[in-house]
């Protein structure tokens, strides 16, 4: 190859990774070389790999088919920031559906961005102003991407963090596995101070650095496998008993007045999943036209709090049944809620 021939190729497969068939001499007059040489160029990517297929005749041309294995893609400037920004977007306000791969993709991406990109991803970042979630608890994406990293090359980590009653403490850990659950992120680590196994609110981590010393990665308590084992699966497992263990139980019992898909679309998984019954004495509320609506039971360790402002979400007419914690804070609720409506103006 000739010094200009990386170069070209990088290019060549920019373009035919763009959904679209490139006729040949299109895509020769793009790089400004012969047909001959496009046709060159198109069997040294086959060669490694990227599977480009070829149409016959007049109309005929390249194009890039899924293949068996995910070839590197090339991004170019514009590409690259607008992923960027949106990840940050997404892992930085805990977006449901945006878990650690998401976060491992953008600790990629932005380790490889240049400079003058990294430049313009914060910038639009600074410039965007989220539309709150109303729990306070943002995280800055970088902060992500520092433990990510730090994760996936099983480097040790410093951090402050606030616990909390507000104590602040520095902390050295073997991170093991972020945890997203919808609304927040946890890390999954063993503090060596402490000689334990913690999970760490990310959005009370500040200050995070890799120190560069490489540790073997321990079995989480009552799993077998250490990162080679069940890995994302044993950390999801542990965060979930010792979120048990912190948070009391609420048995869930709360009758909707809407179809259960209706119910479904706006509660979070994370409640349970209704099932279509009669009104809570039988009746239908909504009359013979509205359809029945559903009936929640599950349990959760989830605040009160949350709960509440997340069964209001759901738009509809609800009845709770249980458990009397939660009735009683509905009550207060609504009577502060109506307060706040007959102030005067």
Same mark, same amino acid.
């Given at each position: 190859?000739?010094?200009?021939?990386?170069?070209?190729?990088?290019?060549?497969?920019?373009?035919?990774?763009?959904?679209?068939?490139?006729?040949?001499?299109?895509?020769?007059?793009?790089?400004?070389?012969?047909?001959?040489?496009?046709?060159? /160029?198109?069997?040294?990517?086959?060669?490694?790999?990227?599977?480009?297929?070829?149409?016959?005749?007049?109309?005929?041309?390249?194009?890039?088919? !899924?293949? !068996?294995?995910?070839?590197?893609?090339?991004?170019?400037?514009?590409?690259?920031?607008?992923?960027?920004?949106?990840?940050?977007?997404?892992? *930085?306000?805990?977006?449901?559906? &945006?878990?650690?791969?998401?976060?491992?993709?953008?600790?990629?991406? +932005?380790?490889?961005?240049?400079?003058?990109?990294?430049?313009? &991803?914060?910038?639009?970042? =600074?410039?965007?102003?989220?539309?709150?979630?109303?729990?306070?608890?943002?995280? /800055?994406?970088?902060?992500?991407?520092?433990?990510?990293?730090?994760?996936?090359?099983?480097?040790?980590?410093?951090?402050?963090?606030?616990?909390?009653? *507000?104590?602040?403490?520095?902390?050295? &850990?073997?991170?093991?596995?972020?945890?997203?659950?919808?609304?927040?992120?946890?890390?999954?680590?063993?503090?060596?101070?402490?000689?334990?196994?913690?999970?760490?609110?990310?959005?009370?981590?500040? +200050?995070?650095?890799?120190? *560069?010393?490489?540790?073997?990665?321990?079995?989480?308590?009552?799993?077998? *496998?250490?990162?080679?084992?069940?890995?994302?699966? /044993?950390?999801?497992?542990?965060?979930?008993?010792?979120?048990?263990?912190?948070?009391? +139980?609420?048995?869930?019992?709360?009758?909707?007045?809407?179809?259960?898909?209706?119910?479904?679309?706006?509660?979070?998984?994370?409640?349970? &999943?209704?099932?279509?019954?009669?009104?809570?004495?039988?009746? =239908?509320?909504?009359?013979? /036209?509205?359809?029945?609506?559903?009936?929640?039971?599950?349990?959760?360790?989830?605040?009160? +709090?949350?709960?509440?402002?997340?069964?209001?979400?759901?738009?509809?007419?609800?009845?709770?049944?249980?458990?009397?914690?939660?009735?009683?804070?509905?009550?207060?609720?609504?009577?502060?809620?109506?307060?706040?409506?007959?102030?005067?103006?």
């Amino acid at each position: 190859m000739t010094d200009t021939t990386p170069a070209r190729l990088l290019k060549l497969l920019s373009l035919l990774q763009t959904p679209r068939e490139w006729p040949g001499g299109e895509l020769a007059e793009r790089l400004d070389v012969t047909p001959r040489t496009i046709r060159r /160029d198109i069997d040294r990517l086959r060669e490694l790999g990227y599977p480009v297929e070829a149409s016959r005749g007049s109309a005929g041309g390249y194009r890039l088919v !899924a293949g !068996a294995a995910l070839p590197p893609l090339v991004l170019d400037d514009e590409e690259a920031v607008a992923i960027a920004v949106g990840l940050r977007a997404g892992a *930085g306000h805990a977006i449901e559906g &945006v878990d650690e791969a998401s976060v491992r993709a953008l600790a990629k991406l +932005e380790q490889v961005l240049p400079a003058r990109l990294r430049h313009r &991803v914060s910038s639009l970042q =600074n410039a965007t102003v989220p539309l709150a979630r109303g729990d306070g608890s943002t995280i /800055d994406p970088r902060t992500l991407t520092t433990l990510a990293s730090a994760a996936t090359g099983q480097e040790r980590l410093r951090f402050a963090y606030r616990s909390g009653d *507000g104590t602040e403490t520095r902390r050295q &850990v073997e991170p093991y596995r972020l945890v997203s659950t919808g609304r927040r992120w946890y890390l999954v680590a063993y503090d060596l101070l402490r000689e334990d196994w913690r999970t760490f609110r990310v959005d009370r981590v500040s +200050e995070p650095f890799a120190t *560069g010393a490489r540790f073997t990665p321990r079995p989480l308590p009552g799993e077998s *496998g250490g990162a080679d084992g069940g890995g994302a699966e /044993d950390a999801a497992r542990y965060f979930a008993r010792s979120m048990a263990g912190r948070q009391p +139980e609420l048995r869930l019992d709360v009758w909707f007045a809407a179809p259960t898909e209706f119910v479904v679309a706006r509660l979070p998984p994370t409640l349970g &999943v209704p099932e279509p019954v009669p009104g809570p004495d039988g009746e =239908n509320p909504g009359g013979e /036209d509205s359809g029945s609506g559903c009936r929640l039971r599950s349990s959760c360790t989830d605040s009160l +709090e949350w709960v509440a402002l997340r069964l209001a979400l759901v738009d509809c007419e609800f009845t709770v049944q249980g458990p009397p914690e939660l009735v009683e804070h509905l009550e207060r609720l609504g009577a502060r809620l109506t307060r706040a409506a007959g102030a005067p103006r």
